[in-house]
């Protein structure tokens, strides 16, 4: 709350302050802007056109720079590890918080196993013989040696990372996305001084029979929550940013991620639509790399997109670890989760506990193979949609009780254009979640989707936690304390 300041507890450790501004950048956009650019692209094409899908992904980035300034006020409000789950505490008690947190664990802990998969999958491309003995068959894929053995490796290095130090994960994060927009960016200027401006056309375009190109770009736009939510990853670290970090800065910082993965993004649109007359091409697996191939002798370009790729993939999956732990820690602290998990290192400063539950899940996950992408993203876009609403209403019930509190302070920093911004940003989200719940029924054959199923399972065992439970949640001092591990003081 705004009439309050928290002072960080010693008894499980303390969370060092490690991140500055740059590190802050660098795991947002890190985790925001993943393999789309290879993979997805061909959709986005097909569904508006090259200047279709740069109008629906301007206009998602245009909202979420608006909804990341409800995350940076209620960071300055509440400046404590936990993101979503601290705000719906203070807004509304431990028993909403509990369900914003258990919402919140499907998407933080199944997007490190996505990317495991993920990374599998580009390796195989790059070098097709990678691995290639299979191990077992689920989910309709055969998983390979390569695949689980790679995956294990990565694993493991992630974990010790993060393990000694929030300072190694930040430098690894730095060192990737630098590497990723070297390599990128590199790609994408070649591809456009070879390309030729006549392929772009047509501008605006639908390959579905009886679509308008503008009903594409709505779906593309309504798909922000996905390729625009990293920002989310810097709430939960916010304990940890430098001293010289303001909530100012916080602020620009989310802001500009945003931005700077629309550019690069509207770029990267660009440069493949002049590479090719790209309309026969919609079919293509991973079209980037594909259209930039075809203009280069022995298409050398094409490896450099999949190397960015395998690069990208790396600096998102190391980001959502660095997310997952401290999401894990926060939960562990407000015992929705285990209390041990809250043990923070005495010497390293890390939830060291939380890092080896965030790696085991993510092995699990990659030893499910390819076959549990697709219900992976869409479980996990419907909890995303969720956890964002979440956010707007916190604020709009914090900003309400100010108001008759009236020695409560201003925080150290507001959303500019106040509760009209606000507004703008919850019925942006609300909207959002809709499109997010109904799309998987929506290209389903009939029955209820397998993402469903999981968040209906997933459902059912946090009624039973939250049942045997919620007495804890009485006293609301206490609660306070464990979520926040600080002790509130009056300023």
């Known amino acids: 709350m705004s009439s309050t300041a928290f002072e960080h507890v010693e008894e499980t450790g303390s969370l060092k302050k490690t991140f500055s501004s740059m590190s802050l950048f660098t795991l947002s956009f890190g985790v925001m802007v993943g393999s789309a650019w290879i993979v997805i692209i061909g959709d986005w094409f097909g569904k508006a056109g090259p200047l279709g899908a740069i109008v629906g992904l301007s206009a998602a980035a245009l909202m979420m720079c608006i909804v990341c300034l409800v995350y940076a006020e209620l960071a300055a409000r509440i400046p404590a590890s936990g993101g ?12 909403s918080a509990f369900w914003v947190s258990w919402i919140y664990t499907v998407p933080i802990l199944t997007v490190t196993a996505f990317e495991g998969i993920a990374l599998t999958w580009m390796v195989n491309t790059l070098v097709p013989q990678f691995g290639s003995t299979v191990l077992y068959h689920v989910l309709g894929h055969d998983v390979s040696v390569g695949q689980v053995g790679l995956g294990a490796a990565i694993t493991v290095f992630m974990m010790v990372q993060n393990y000694f130090g929030a300072k190694f994960a930040a430098g690894s994060q730095k060192l990737l996305t630098v590497s990723f927009l070297l390599i990128a960016l590199g790609a994408v200027f070649i591809a456009l001084s070879k390309g030729n401006v006549a392929n772009l056309a047509p501008l605006f375009y639908s390959a579905h029979p009886g679509a308008h190109w503008w ?12 390729w625009f939510s990293g920002f989310q990853s810097i709430p939960p670290v916010i304990e940890e940013r430098n001293d010289n970090v303001s909530f100012a800065l916080v602020a620009r910082v989310m802001v500009i991620s945003i931005l700077f993965a629309a550019v690069f993004y509207a770029l990267v649109i660009v440069a493949v639509g002049m590479a090719q007359p790209w309309v026969g091409m919609l079919k ?30 790396l600096k998102v999956w190391n980001g959502a670890f660095v997310w997952a732990t401290r999401v ?3 939960q562990s602290r407000a015992r929705f989760l285990p209390a041990s998990l809250s043990r923070v290192h005495p010497k390293y400063g890390t939830p060291t506990r939380a890092v080896w539950l965030v790696g085991l899940v993510s092995f699990a996950g990659i030893c ?30 914090l900003r309400k009780r100010d108001k008759h509190a009236p020695r409560a302070k201003a925080p150290a920093w507001s959303v500019p254009g106040g509760v009209p911004t606000i507004v703008i940003a919850l019925v942006s989200t609300l909207s959002l979640s809709l499109v997010a719940c109904v799309q998987p029924f929506m290209l389903s054959n009939g029955g209820i989707p ?22 804890t949640f009485g006293d609301s001092s206490v609660a306070r304390r464990a979520l926040l591990g600080a002790t509130e003081v009056t300023r």
Do not use: H, N
């Open 84 to 95: 979503e789950i601290v705000y719906t505490f203070e807004a509304f008690g431990a028993s």
């Open 215 to 226: 009903s594409g770009a709505l779906a593309i736009f309504s798909s922000g929550l996905i």
């Open 284 to 313: 293509t697996d991973m079209l980037t790399a594909t259209a930039f191939g075809s203009l280069t002798p022995g298409g050398w370009l094409a490896k450099a997109v999949l190397v960015a790729g395998t690069i990208s993939i």
């Open 328 to 330: 894990i820690l926060v």
């Open 368 to 397: 499910l193979g390819p076959g549990a992408i697709l219900p992976i993203l869409d479980a996990a876009a419907v909890c995303v949609g969720i956890v964002i609403a979440s956010a707007p209403i916190a604020l709009l019930v």
């Open 450 to 471: 397998l993402s469903w199923q999981i968040l209906a399972a997933w459902g059912v065992i946090g009624v039973v936690r939250w049942v045997a439970m919620r007495r």
